[in-house]
Every structure is written in C-alpha cells, then in structure tokens.
C-alpha cells in the first residue's frame, strides 16, 4: 500500500500517452464528420446499431468525474494523501469513458439524422468533457495544481451540460424547470427553444368561452396533434430528417433536401404527412415509428385542413360543409384533453387503505365544503353509507374549485346533482374520481364532449342526464365504454336524434333526445290502419251483393218472355255461357218426355233459381265464419 501512495515524478510516458490518445480520437471524430456531413439520415445499419450503445458507455464520465471531484473536496480537509493518489485513474478512467461515449454518440447521430439546438449543444458539450478531462489529466501529471482545477471544474460544468441537454431531447425542453422556482426556471431552459408553447391554444385566454367553429383549426387542432405525435423528433431541440414541424413555416417547407413536400396546400393525397401517417404501421416509413399512431378523427383533421389550404388563418367551420366536422373535432380536442393530463389515468383508490380516522378526517372536510357552498352531502340511506351530493342550493355559484373540495370522499359518492351549476369540462376531471358514481345529473351546465371523455373510464355509471348541454354525437364514441350505463337524456343537445336512434339500437341503451316522443306516437298508427284493413270479409260481403244483383235482373227477363219469343233464346245463352256444365246435362235428359209444353215451367225454375239462391246463402255464412 505504501508504494501506491508515495508521491512520484510524472513520466514522460503516461503524458505521451495521454497526448496519443487525444489526438487519435480528434482524427475520429474528425473522420466521423466527413462520413455523416451529407448523410440522409434514414437509419438503419451496422453504425446505427453500434451507436445506440452511446446510452450504456454515456454514464460512466458523468459519474466517474463527480467522484473525482469529491475526492479533491475531500483531500483539501484531509491530512493523509492516498485520497489524491486515486485521482489520476478516475481520471484515466473518464477519459476512455468520454471517448467511447462521443465516438458512438456521434455515429448515432449520423445514422439517424439527428440535429437541433439540444443536439448541438449536447454534442459540443460532450466534446467539451473529453477536452476538459484530458487536460485535467495532464496537468495534473505535470503537477500544475491550478490549471489542473481548472481544467476539472470545466469538465463538470460540461457534463453537467451535456446531461441536461441529453435529456432535453427525451423529455420536454421545460423538464427540469416545470416545477422548479420560477428564479431558477430561466436557467434550466437557457438555451432551449419553446417554439411549441407560443402556438399552444391552451394558453390564449378566452380559448374555451369561443365556439368551436370559430376557433382556428391550426392552433386549436393541428399544433396539438403534432405536439402530441410529432414534434417530439422534429422540433427545435430534435431535428430528426433534416423536418421540423413545430412552426407553421417550417411545416411548409418540408424536410431539407426532400423531393416530396411535407405538406401540400390543397392536396392532402400528395402530401407526405399524411402518406407516412396512413401506411401500414409495420412499415419502416411509418410515423411515429414507436407509440400509437394518429387516431383516424386526428388524421381527417389533417387532411381537412390541408384540403382547404393549410392555412393558419383557417378556421374549424371553414374545413368543410360536413356537419360531422364539429364532431369530429370536439372528439379531437377531447382526445388531446384525456392524452394531455392524463387525469383519470394517474388517479388511484385510496380509501380502503385509509384508517377509520383518517375517513372520518376527509368527511369532515366535504362537510365543511358543503356548509361553506351550501350544498348538500348525505348519505344514500339509512342502511347504506354511500353519499349522495345535490348542489341546488348553490347552483349559480358552484363551479370546478368548490367540485374539487369533493375529491377527498369520491369514492364513496354513489349520486351526483350537479344540474344548473357553473361547472365546466374541467370540473370532469373530479367527476372521474368517483369510480362508484351510479347516476349523474349535468343538465344546463356547460358540458362539452370533451368533458364526457374525461369520465368515460366510470364503469358503474347508470344513468346520465345531459339536457341543455352542448355534447354532439362525438359522446357515442365515449358512453359506449360504460358497460352498465342504461338511460341517458340528451334534450336540447346537439345530438342528432337519427344517429342516437341508430346508436341505440346497436348498444344495450335507452337515449332519450325529446324527438322520439313525437316519433313514437305516429308509429302505432300504421299498424291500427292495417287491423281494420287486413280482413277482406267485409269487401267480401259487400261483393257477394253485387254478384247476387247481376242475378237478380235474369228473372226480370223471364216474365216478359211469354209475350216476345225472341227472348228465350236470348236468355238460355247467358246461363249457359256461366254454368256450362248443369245445364247441358239435364235438357239432355228430358226432350224424351214432351218438346215444347213442358220446357216452360222447367224454364221458370230456371229463371227463378231458388235452389242456386240458398246454397249461395250458406256459402256467404261460411265465408263470414
């Protein structure tokens, strides 16, 4: 031990050594550029593969150099000198580490085409740490004490860099800063670009009291689905294929180099946008190539809005006269509303792990809400202890703030009455914790489709009242997820009664839009028409009459017959031109007997025909029968 902590000379060899391996790995670097100055950066082959272990090696300096420097901190206050001895190795240690980490750094930047302001200064910075380290080394082998802190502190300020915009390009550029003290917020994003975040129409005041179709379609839907999908590789940090998507400009000017347009006004078919978003998600030219691809409402927006010029200026009304285009973006919205906070998601029960004191603590607390607002909390009945919540008492004042006092007890609310109050789509957000919630009263309130995503996750939801609302038929897509819900009342709604006819009879649920009272009223009435009209016993009876009088007037005939000869040979025609067959057979039976006397009174019966008169009168019962 005594011989490894002995102070020595510095050796001319560990400095040449060190010199060397500087110089070689410029010479790579060097290399490595003019390999990948012109590259397409479409991935893919054996460099691509070597240079995803950049993650693995990139770690090693970073700790390696911390260490190295609490261990100088630690010499200064200690008397005994093995603790400076060790230095050189860490040293050496994350020299080597840095170098193998920006080789395939720099190669996997390469490969896939990777720029952007965070790629760029997590590449200088990284270099930076090789520099900085190697001379740490040799100064400290030529025992320059004070170049050599230098030098080290150098390389922790460019580590610490080179992490923090590492992770600029996998998290947000605002990672660190989102919940630091707003002092310190300027320094974590200095040299960050928010691009995104000037567009975001979440931020414009007023964005939610202006209506739908007035809102313009490129902040309200097209930066949010990018933001969503896209600009995570093609905005200002990360530029992946030389495209960047984050501003409306450079959306329009397509990838550098590109023979195909990113997006061309008028003709979403020729637009690579929407090409890579509609292959076949096994395909190598697919995008995004990792998460979920975009949903098909995501995709017809595009296409809408490149139809109609993919202009920022375009409103949602002005993307088509389809009335399902007001759906279909409320469906968006509340899409990027449910993927954005994720709220119902991130929400766990707690209130069976809670102790019986700490229940008894958050019901105190919604009480004292309640008498603070005004509102009502009771319990269901006196043998159940589930809650029950009617607010209107405090309809005019109770908004999404005094609903979120309710959260502490959400799960043991079975009943909720919020009709006629002031909430919002964001008061959903704590209806969404209620997982026990049975029956929901929203009528008159300001309920959107969006606010209806946010509680579709509520399985035990029965009943929904939704009269006076705003919800269209984008919440079909929602309440068809809600296994036991059975009634829901959309009077005065932009729900169209046909599509929740249709609707309705595809899922097990009765929706009542205050049309189908009127239309179920005429329906019966076809069917009484039908009963009256169906039996054809009364045409039956009035036509039988009519064949009896077309007998009738054959008698009339007869009488007259005596006088003018002429009409018996007119009358025998008509009888046997209809019953052929009777009398054929019996005149020929009879002439044996007497010709002319007797053929007048056989003539009468025939001309009477009281034997064909009363069978036809049974034949008329039976027929009534």
Request: aromatic share 6%; hydrophobic share 40%; charged share 25%.
């Amino acid at each position: 031990m005594s011989s490894f902590v002995k102070h020595e000379t510095p050796t001319p060899r560990g400095l040449k050594v060190a010199v060397i391996i500087g110089v070689l790995w410029a010479v790579v670097i060097g290399i490595l550029w003019l390999a990948f100055r012109n590259a397409d950066g479409e991935g893919g082959g054996f460099l691509n593969f070597v240079g995803r272990f950049h993650v693995l090696i990139v770690h090693l300096p970073i700790g390696v150099l911390g260490l190295a420097a609490i261990l100088e901190v630690l010499q200064r206050f200690s008397s005994q000198t093995p603790i400076r001895a060790v230095i050189p190795l860490i040293l050496w240690v994350a020299l080597l580490g840095g170098i193998g980490a920006t080789i395939l750094g720099y190669m996997l930047m390469g490969a896939e085409g990777t720029t952007g302001k965070a790629m760029d200064y997590h590449l200088w910075t990284g270099l930076g740490v090789v520099v900085f380290t190697l001379l740490s080394l040799v100064f400290l082998l030529l025992d320059k004490n004070a170049l050599y802190l230098l030098s080290l502190v150098g390389s922790i300020v460019a580590v610490s860099g080179a992490g923090h915009f590492g992770g600029a390009m996998i998290h947000d550029d605002d990672y660190l800063a989102e919940f630091a003290p707003k002092p310190l917020q300027p320094l974590l994003t200095a040299g960050l670009g928010s691009s995104t975040s000037t567009e975001d129409p979440n931020e414009a005041e007023g964005a939610e009291e202006t209506p739908i179709e007035e809102r313009l379609a490129y902040t309200e839907l097209v930066v949010p689905i990018l933001a969503g999908r896209c600009t995570e590789c093609h905005d200002e940090n990360k530029v992946k294929g030389k495209l960047r998507l984050d501003t409306h400009e450079l959306i329009l000017a397509g990838a550098e180099g590109s023979d195909f347009p990113t997006v061309e006004p008028g003709k979403p078919d020729d637009s690579e946008l929407l090409v890579r978003v509609l292959l076949p998600s096994d395909d190598d030219d697919f995008m995004p190539p990792k998460g979920d691809g975009l949903t098909a409402e995501q995709i017809k927006i595009l296409t809408l809005w490149i139809q109609a010029g993919a202009s920022p200026e375009t409103t949602i009304a002005q993307l088509g006269d389809d009335p399902t285009i007001l759906d279909t973006a409320t469906t968006v919205i509340a899409q990027i509303a449910e993927g954005g906070d994720g709220a119902a998601d991130s929400w766990e029960p707690v209130w069976d792990t809670l102790t019986e004191e700490e229940r008894q603590v958050r019901l105190d607390e919604a009480m004292a809400a309640a008498e603070q607002h005004n509102f009502s909390i009771m319990p269901i009945s006196a043998e159940d202890d589930r809650l029950r919540v009617n607010v209107i008492n405090a309809a005019k004042e109770f908004g999404d703030e005094q609903l979120a006092s309710l959260d502490p007890i959400a799960e043991r609310i079975l009943w909720l009455d919020l009709a006629r109050s002031q909430i919002t789509d964001e008061g959903m957000k704590t209806v969404s914790h209620m997982r026990n919630l049975e029956r929901l009263h929203l009528e008159n309130t300001k309920i959107t489709d969006s606010g209806i995503a946010r509680i579709a996750p509520l399985e035990n939801l029965e009943y929904i009242n939704l009269y006076g609302t705003e919800v269209g038929n984008a919440l079909f897509e929602y309440v068809k997820n809600m296994p036991r819900l059975r009634k829901l009342y959309a009077w005065q709604t932009k729900v169209d009664p046909a599509e929740a006819r249709s609707f309705e009879r595809a899922v097990n649920l009765e929706i009542n839009t205050g049309v189908d009272l009127v239309v179920e009223e005429p329906t019966p009435e076809p069917e009484k028409k039908a009963e009256p009209a169906a039996p054809a016993k009364p045409e039956e009876k009035k036509a039988e009459p009519k064949k009896a009088e077309a007998k009738k007037p054959a008698p009339v005939p007869a009488k007259p017959a005596a006088k003018p000869a002429v009409v018996k040979p007119k009358e025998t025609p008509k009888p046997a031109a209809k019953p052929a067959a009777k009398p054929a057979a019996k005149p020929a039976a009879k002439p044996k007997a007497a010709a002319p006397a007797p053929a007048k009174p056989k003539e009468t019966p025939k001309a009477d025909t009281p034997p064909a008169a009363k069978p036809a009168a049974p034949a008329e019962k039976k027929k009534a029968k």
